[in-house]
């Protein structure tokens, strides 16, 4: 998709929030941010910063290929016929 798309539904985006309730309003205003960095691309801050996990303190995050390389929990079968 283009930019003018992007640039279009941020800006349609701004309508709805300006007739929306205060907490609707922040929401749909966060969503037009993100149609925005699309556009604009990740600014320069957001680029430079490492990603931070929640729980975790600052500098000691795991490498990326650490946590796809993590099995998903098991979860079981479903055959326990209970809740």
Known sequence: MDDEFY???????RELA???LTFIRKRLLDLAGNYDSIVRGPSRT????????????AGNNPPSDTMQSRPPAYLGDGS???F
């Open 80 to 82: 326990s016929g209970g």
């Open 18 to 20: 300006d007739k929306a």
């Open 7 to 13: 640039k279009e539904r941020a800006r349609h985006i």
């Open 46 to 57: 957001m680029a430079t910063m490492p990603p931070i996990l929640p729980g975790v303190p």
